[in-house]
């Protein structure tokens, strides 16, 4: 199941994509979904980090540098 925390509209390297935080629980694990959602005429993307709830304060610097690294070839 997923809950949704977050949601908002972000410029990535000219890009518009939505920004979405997600909790879910694997086998009584709570993990944290950070990610950008991305759709054009030729389809859809999703671009997403995970990591248990307890490290997303931990990785945070990194996890934002990998989804900041999303571009589009055109």
Same mark, same amino acid.
Request: glycine share 6%; no cysteine.
């Given at each position: 199941m997923h809950h949704g925390l977050k949601k908002e509209y972000r410029?990535?390297?000219g890009n518009k994509v939505i920004y979405m935080e997600m909790i879910g629980t694997i086998q009584s694990v709570?993990?944290?979904y950070l990610g950008y959602y991305y759709? /054009?005429?030729s389809g859809s993307t999703q671009y997403?980090?995970?990591t248990s709830t307890n490290l997303v304060d931990k990785y945070k610097t990194d996890?934002?540098?990998f989804? /900041?690294?999303f571009s589009i070839s055109q």
């Open positions: 410029i990535v390297n709570k993990f944290k759709s /054009n005429s997403l980090a995970n996890i934002n540098n989804l /900041n690294g």
